[in-house]
């Protein structure tokens, strides 16, 4: 799929039009961060969220699409697939900038983790994968345009691909009720 035609260049292009810089990948962190926590798929907090990182109500077309993109990241995460499409440009754009838009995409989620997680601890696991996440939100001056950057990002792109699953298992997916268990009165 051409550049110029990728779902991150469409929301990019609405993003400008509504006057709003932030990044397509960062908003879809965030997204997914807050998702992972446990913040469920009810539209009007996810828009609150949204609204504040834009530092503004979203715009009818862009409010549409952050809901529509709420309904794929819920659909990704529920459902039984096991893997996440990220919010990326194309492979098509260069290096550095795709660097770039993995570590808006890291840090978006979490900063959508951290407004959204719960009290209580985590596994050592999902603490790892927070921490693997705040270093790759580095990482954007560190690929080098060669084949051994090319190769170390679609590395951490599967790797991102994977993660998010591994926090919403632990976090947020629900859970079921136990058994009710018999009063001893």
């Known amino acids: 799929m051409s550049s110029s035609n990728s779902p991150y260049n469409a929301f990019a292009a609405l993003l400008a039009a509504s006057g709003q810089p932030v990044s397509p990948a ?7 961060g807050r998702s992972c926590a446990g913040a469920g798929f009810e539209p009007g907090p996810w828009l609150e969220d949204a609204a504040e990182l834009l530092g503004a109500e979203p715009q009818d077309s862009l409010r549409q699409a952050l809901i529509g993109l709420q309904e794929m990241v819920k659909g990704e995460l529920t459902g039984s697939e096991m893997a996440v499409i990220l919010l990326l440009p194309g492979d098509d754009a260069p290096l550095a900038e795709r660097a770039t838009a993995l570590g808006q995409w890291c840090q978006g989620f979490l900063g959508g983790f951290g407004i959204t997680a719960r009290e209580g601890a985590l596994s050592g696991e999902a603490v790892e994968v927070l921490q693997d996440l ?10 080098e345009d060669s084949d051994d950057g090319e190769s170390d990002y679609m590395e951490v792109m599967e790797y991102l691909r994977v993660a998010p699953l591994l926090l919403f298992a632990e976090c947020a997916r629900p859970t079921t009720p136990a058994a009710a268990k018999p009063s001893l009165h």
């Open 134 to 143: 705040a270093s790759i939100a580095q990482v954007q001056s560190a690929l």
């Open 26 to 32: 960062e908003l879809h962190g965030l997204l997914l």
